[in-house]
C-alpha cells in the first residue's frame, strides 16, 4: 500500500508538458483537448484535460489548462487539477525566441498528494528555434520549470524537437527529465505523430515514464483548433 501512495503521488504530478517558448499571435486562441489511456504498475486510469492558450500582444500570453484523471478500479486516487499562467516573450532574434512564465497550479491531477495537491506557484523559462533542417520544417525547444508548494517541490527539463515528415504529417518527440522531494524523480519519453489541417490538428501518441518508484506507459489522442 505504501508503494502505491508513492507512485501515484508521483504520477498525478506529470500532466503533459503544453507550454512551450512560442505565443499565439495576437487576438488568436488555441484550444487543444487529450484523452490518455494510462497503465501505471498494475493499475488503469484515464486521464482528460482541456488546454487553452491565447494571445495578448505580440509580447504576451496567457495559458489555462484544466485536468482529471479518474482509476478504473482505485477511485480513492482520482483527482482534478487546475493550471494558469502568463507568459512574457523576453527576446526573438531571427528564428530564435526566448520566453518566461509565471502561475499558479492546484489539485490531485496536476499536482499529486501529500501537499502537492494544494495551491502552489509555477515558473519556466526556455528559447526555441524553428526553421529548416535537412530540407524539411523543423522545430526544437528547451525549457526549465520548478513547480514550489508548502509540503514539495519539482524541477524539470523539457527538451522537444518536431519534424514536417510528409505534407501536413508531423512527428513530435518530447523528453522530459523531473527532480524533487518525495520521489519525484522521473524520466518520460513521447513520440506523437500529428496532422495538421487548415486550423485544427489530430495527433496520436505514446508515452513511457520510469520513476524511482513506478513504471507507467500511456497512449494518448489529442484534437486542437486555432481561433
Not at 28 to 48: F, K, N, Q, T
Not at 87 to 98: A, D, H, P, Q, T
Not at 148 to 153: E, I, P, Y
Request: charged share 25%; with cysteine.
Amino acid at each position: 500500500m505504501r508503494r502505491t501512495v508513492l507512485f501515484l503521488a508521483c504520477v498525478l504530478s506529470q500532466p503533459m508538458a503544453a507550454a512551450a517558448p512560442w505565443l499565439q499571435d495576437e487576438d488568436y486562441l488555441y484550444a487543444r483537448a487529450s484523452i490518455a489511456s494510462e497503465h501505471v504498475e498494475g493499475l488503469d486510469a484515464l486521464r482528460s484535460d482541456i488546454f487553452l492558450d491565447y494571445g495578448i500582444d505580440e509580447n504576451w500570453g496567457a495559458t489555462f489548462k484544466l485536468e482529471r484523471v479518474e482509476y478504473a478500479d482505485n477511485s480513492d486516487f482520482n483527482g482534478s487539477g487546475w493550471r494558469a499562467t502568463v507568459r512574457r516573450k523576453l527576446l526573438s532574434i531571427g528564428n530564435f525566441v526566448s520566453a518566461a512564465e509565471i502561475g499558479a497550479i492546484e489539485g490531485r491531477a496536476i499536482g499529486g498528494q501529500n501537499g502537492c495537491d494544494a495551491f502552489g506557484v509555477e515558473f519556466r523559462t526556455g528559447a526555441g528555434w524553428s526553421g529548416t533542417w535537412r530540407e524539411r520544417s523543423t522545430f526544437a525547444s528547451v525549457e526549465l520549470a520548478g513547480r514550489f508548494h508548502d509540503a514539495c517541490q519539482r524541477n524539470r527539463l523539457e527538451i522537444g524537437i518536431g519534424q514536417q515528415t510528409y505534407k501536413n504529417v508531423w512527428t513530435i518527440n518530447q523528453i522530459w527529465i523531473e527532480r524533487g522531494n518525495q520521489g519525484a524523480d522521473s524520466v518520460k519519453l513521447q513520440s506523437e505523430m500529428l496532422w495538421r489541417a487548415d486550423r485544427a490538428d489530430y495527433s496520436i501518441g505514446y508515452r513511457q515514464e520510469q520513476g524511482a518508484v513506478f513504471d507507467e506507459i500511456s497512449l494518448f489522442v489529442a484534437f486542437a483548433y486555432r481561433y
